[in-house]
């Protein structure tokens, strides 16, 4: 996108860098872009978002949850709240857009409306949910489960060190004592801009992905049992060798997974933990666990994965020698659809701005399958340089997030106006 261009646009494309900027300047100086939740410095990064929030005249609050919310009254109360936001906390070592340029982007949008004098009917209000990734206490998405009634209870008790998990959602201004029991009846739509953490939108020149929908994610354990033997006396030919057949499994998954790729629809699947006992140089393998990681846009591929997994560990028990356990469903979570009528007017949002733009799933998990399960909601991707996320390399120009930042306003300002009354 050009500058002339950039001037076009209905949000301010320098006032989003200078967001963005401050932002990752809050980092652990030897890990940027490190500020996880829960941190003092994840702390500094929302009082500074806060701030910028009251600047543009939005009501702050942090809910139950522990989720940053600024809010900006409609014109009709009971209408219903029109919700746009994302996460500012990071991965280690990776996170400089990674939910900040939505997070940064929703608040754009507030200010927009406000600089262009333009009401809503709708309350409008601009979320920084708390915790979207992996947190110290070993579980994601804290804030959207939070303030949707679907944490478990279980993980308040959660530890991390000498607290847990609702002392931890407390010292950041949430209540766990009503956290449970809160629910948002009033959610009349959901947006999330994002970066794509992958390759497709930069190398098609698309400046906006529209997410169909966020791949499920599935996720089997699987055994592998053998024979412990001497490493120099044992005849090859002799050995039941548990990480040679793991091996052979690994590189059977990948074949698999590759074909169902080929299919309609998002597919992956990744082997990245491997356990080995003894792990020993002088000693032949007797017992190895894989984790499958397995993530599909239709739900029908991953049943099919799931059926062939059974299989190939029996052919290739028999084919080494070892023993397979069934393999276990650790965690089997099914794909979650962006509401059409979102995605259509995402898709108009995209041909008011002049963005160039595709639908597209999304092989990463958001805050906004929580959100989908009380309310419609929908994703746009902005690309990132080289398809990197979850790393200190990753990056995003400006003029990319600003182009989705302007996606986002036409699309409120279509919602305000179709979206049917939740009260």
């Given at each position: 996108m050009s500058k002339t261009d950039r001037r076009n646009l209905p949000v301010n494309a320098d006032?989003?860098?200078?967001?963005?900027?401050?932002?990752?300047?809050?980092?652990e100086p030897d890990h940027p872009w490190t500020r996880r939740a829960f941190s003092p410095l994840f702390l500094e990064g929302r009082a500074y978002i806060e701030a910028r929030m009251k600047a543009a005249g939005?009501?702050?609050?942090?809910?139950?949850?522990?989720?940053?919310?600024?809010?900006?009254?409609?014109?009709?109360?009971?209408?219903?709240?029109?919700?746009?936001?994302?996460?500012?906390?990071?991965?280690?070592?990776?996170?400089r857009f990674d939910g900040i340029a939505g997070t940064i982007s929703a608040l754009e949008v507030a200010r927009a409306l406000k600089d262009q004098n333009i009401e809503l009917d709708?309350?409008?209000?601009?979320?920084?949910f708390l915790a979207e990734e992996v947190s110290i206490f070993g579980v994601s998405c804290i804030g959207s489960r939070g303030m949707t009634g679907q944490l478990p209870e279980a993980w308040l008790s959660r530890t991390s060190g000498d607290r847990n998990l609702a002392q931890g959602i407390a010292e950041v201004g949430g209540d766990p004592s009503i956290l449970l029991q809160q629910k948002r009846p009033d959610l009349a739509g959901f947006l999330e801009l994002h970066i794509e953490q992958g390759p497709i939108l930069e190398a098609e020149h698309k400046d906006v992905g529209i997410v169909t929908?966020?791949?499920?994610?599935?996720?089997?354990?699987?055994t592998v049992e053998g024979r412990a033997d001497h490493a120099g006396t044992t005849p090859m030919g002799r050995r039941a060798d548990a990480l040679v057949a793991a091996a052979q499994l690994v590189l059977d998954i990948r074949n698999a997974a590759t074909e169902l790729a080929k299919t309609p629809g998002h597919f992956a699947a990744t082997v990245g933990e491997f356990r080995i006992e003894p792990n020993a140089a002088n000693v032949v393998p007797s017992k190895v666990?894989?984790?499958?990681d397995g993530r599909a846009e239709i739900r029908s591929d991953m049943e099919s994965f799931i059926a062939w997994v059974d299989e190939?560990?029996?052919?290739?028990?028999?084919?080494?020698g070892v023993t397979i356990k069934p393999p276990v469903r650790v965690s089997d979570n099914f794909p979650t659809p962006g509401n059409a009528g979102l995605l259509e007017t995402l898709e108009r949002a995209c041909d008011?701005?002049?963005?160039?733009h595709r639908r597209m799933a999304s092989g990463a998990g958001h805050d906004t399958a929580w959100i989908a399960k009380v309310a419609p909601a929908a994703m746009i991707f902005v690309p990132c340089k080289d398809g990197r996320s979850h790393s200190a390399d990753e990056w995003a120009e400006n003029d990319d997030i600003a182009m989705g930042a302007a996606v986002l306003f036409e699309a409120v300002r279509e919602m305000d106006k179709t979206l049917q009354t939740k009260a």
């Open positions: 006032r989003i860098a200078e967001d963005i900027d401050a932002l990752a300047k809050i980092t939005l009501e702050t609050r942090i809910d139950a949850g522990g989720n940053l919310i600024g809010r900006r009254a409609g014109l009709k109360p009971g209408l219903g709240t029109i919700l746009v936001g994302s996460h500012s906390d990071t991965v280690p070592d990776g996170g709708h309350d409008l209000e601009i979320v920084d929908a966020i791949a499920g994610i599935t996720r089997i354990e699987i666990v894989l984790l499958i190939a560990v029996q052919k290739v028990a028999t084919a080494y008011r701005v002049g963005a160039q």
